[in-house]
């Protein structure tokens, strides 16, 4: 199916001791790009997460940003003893060396460093709710790439139609176009009250014929367009491909103008042109 580069998600997961908010934007680029803004305690999980990232993303630059809420960590306080008598020992040391100092209150004694410890969460119940989190939002994020991307299949295609469209018209008209090219030259040769030699009035008329025949690139722009079809409709990524083709459609384009003997022609190339530039705009956001 064919994916947009462009997608937003956010997925939160919660439990008794941990939260994990995780939310992830891609945009278009060349290749793979997958940057994160990790906490420290979900850092060793960025190699796997982007493994698993890789999988199901090929093109795009994709940032994570994951997010703890550290209040889930519980409540419980608790006193260390051994930091207790540790500091009990130094201030009897302290009051010996200076008996004038005040002694600290309760309140200070609690603020020194290890004296209150708190429960914490076990890294392993962060990476699960993380790893479950990620799951979430790159599922979430795939869907959304998908969406958009079917939206721009349809643009696409629908001017694949109106190209064709274009091209049945002008074949169409093309063997008139022809015969008045050769009316045309006619014409001024007898303007120039001059008898031509009948061999070689033939020869340039020919070499006229040739140098404004288009059967050639008319076949290659149906090719373009049906390969064009095919890759979108595929189930691999196609943008790269999509990409090179519309270089092939703007290539035959300019050789049809290059070859133009009428307005027709002429115009023709320009809707042409027109046409494979808004494909041009769609296909740089697909995957």
């Known amino acids: 199916m064919t994916q947009s580069m462009t997608g937003f998600s956010r997925a939160i997961v919660t439990t008794d001791s941990a939260s994990v908010t995780i939310e992830m934007r891609s945009v278009n680029n060349r290749y793979l790009d997958v940057q994160f803004r990790c906490p420290e305690i979900l850092r060793s999980q960025e190699v796997s997460w982007r493994q698993k990232i890789a999988k199901l993303i090929t093109r795009g630059k994709v940032d994570v940003s994951v997010r703890t809420d550290l209040s889930k960590q519980g409540g419980s306080l608790r006193l260390d003893q051994g930091r207790l008598d540790e500091l009990h020992t130094v201030m009897n040391q302290l009051g010996e060396r200076f008996p004038d100092a005040a002694p600290p209150d309760q309140l200070a004694l609690l603020l020194a460093p290890g004296v209150i410890s708190g429960e914490t969460t076990a890294e392993a119940v962060w990476v699960e709710a993380g790893t479950d989190a990620l799951s979430q939002?790159?599922?979430?994020?795939?869907?959304?790439?998908?969406?958009?991307?079917?939206?721009?299949?349809?643009?696409?295609?629908?001017?694949?139609?109106?190209?064709?469209?274009?091209?049945?018209?002008?074949?169409?008209?093309?063997?008139?176009?022809?015969?008045?090219?050769?009316?045309?030259?006619?014409?001024?040769?007898?303007?120039?009250?001059?008898?031509p030699d009948g061999k070689r009035l033939e020869e340039e008329l020919v070499y006229s014929a040739q140098k404004t025949d288009v059967d050639e690139e008319l076949d290659r722009l149906d090719a373009h367009l049906m390969a064009i079809e095919v890759a979108i409709e595929g189930t691999q990524p196609c943008g790269r491909r999509l990409d090179f083709l519309m270089q092939e459609l703007n290539r035959e384009a300019n050789t049809l103008a290059s070859k133009s003997a009428s307005l027709l022609t002429t115009q023709t190339a320009v809707e042409f042109k027109v046409l494979i530039e808004q494909m041009r705009e769609q296909i740089q956001n697909i995957e």
Do not use: M, W
Not at 160 to 185: G, M, S, V
């Open 137 to 195: 939002a790159l599922s979430a994020l795939v869907a959304s790439r998908k969406e958009e991307g079917s939206k721009l299949k349809s643009l696409i295609l629908s001017r694949c139609e109106a190209f064709k469209h274009y091209l049945a018209d002008f074949r169409t008209a093309l063997p008139d176009l022809q015969e008045a090219n050769r009316q045309r030259l006619l014409s001024r040769i007898q303007l120039l009250s001059v008898e």
